[in-house]
Antibody
Framework: EEQLVESGGGLAQPGGSLRLSCVAS????????MNWVRQAPGKGLEWVSY????????HYVESVRGRFTISRDNAQNSLYLQMNNLRAGDTAVYYC?????????WGKGTTVTVSS | VMTQSPLFLPVTPGESASISCRSS???????????LDWYLHKPGQSPQLLIY???DRAPGVPDRFSGSGSGSDFTLKISRVEAEDVGVYYC????????FGPGTRVEIK
């Protein structure tokens, strides 16, 4: 079964950092580009970041550029999102999703709460 | 910028429903593909892909879901709506950086 499992969410203070992880199983992770998508409480889906299969093509939504860093380790079947200088507006459920080309496999999400 | 209409859509089971999605830029690539997807987000679940590249139905998606359109104007049609189709429908452009539309909430009348 093709599966994505996120972890690393939790409570962080404004200005703090968290690192999200997403482990893939059941498919050839190195062959697919990957994305992070988030949903803030009571809001719609927001695309956050994209990384190509080799890891050399990277894009971010403007609101996180310079604060978040997406990366991947194809040997470990893992996707990461390093989140620095967190703001209250970053509070959301964060999903990782495979692009094939639509986002066809999603994890269950990990919750990030930014609050003092 | 992606816009959707309507933002709220009450539907009667068995009837058809349509959602419009418009992009501020053309999503038609020089390769002939329209980089526009449709997703359904049901309460308590992860979002699911319904349609990719404008009109290709994702595996396992019932054929009552269909996507059409090209360039900057797209439509998702649900024929014979069922109770399990309730949720929020999003269009998303997938040309490099992605952007979701605001979502259309579909509820049963």
């Amino acid at each position: 079964e093709e599966q994505l499992v996120e972890s690393g969410g939790g409570l962080a203070q404004p200005g703090g950092s968290l690192r999200l992880s997403c482990v893939a199983s059941g498919f050839s992770f190195r062959s697919f580009s990957m994305n992070w998508v988030r949903q803030a409480p009571g809001k719609g889906l927001e695309w956050v970041s994209y990384i190509g299969a080799p890891g050399d093509d990277i894009h971010y939504v403007e609101s996180v550029r310079g604060r978040f860093t997406i990366s991947r380790d194809n040997a470990q079947n893992s996707l990461y999102l390093q989140m620095n200088n967190l703001r209250a507006g970053d509070t959301a459920v964060y999903y990782c999703a495979r692009a094939s080309p639509g986002l066809d496999v999603w994890g269950k999400g990990t919750t990030v709460t930014v609050s003092s | 910028v992606m816009t959707q209409s309507p933002l709220f859509l009450p539907v009667t089971p068995g009837e058809s429903a349509s959602i419009s999605c418009r992009s501020s830029q053309s999503l038609l690539h020089s390769n002939g593909n329209n980089y526009l997807d449709w997703y359904l987000h049901k309460p308590g679940q992860s979002p699911q892909l319904l349609i990719y590249l404008g009109s290709d139905r994702a595996p396992g998606v019932p054929d009552r879901f269909s996507g059409s359109g090209s360039g900057s104007d797209f439509t998702l049609k649900i024929s014979r709506v069922e109770a399990e189709d309730v949720g929020v429908y999003y269009c998303m452009h997938s040309l490099q950086a992605r952007t979701f539309g605001p979502g259309t909430r579909v509820e049963i009348k």
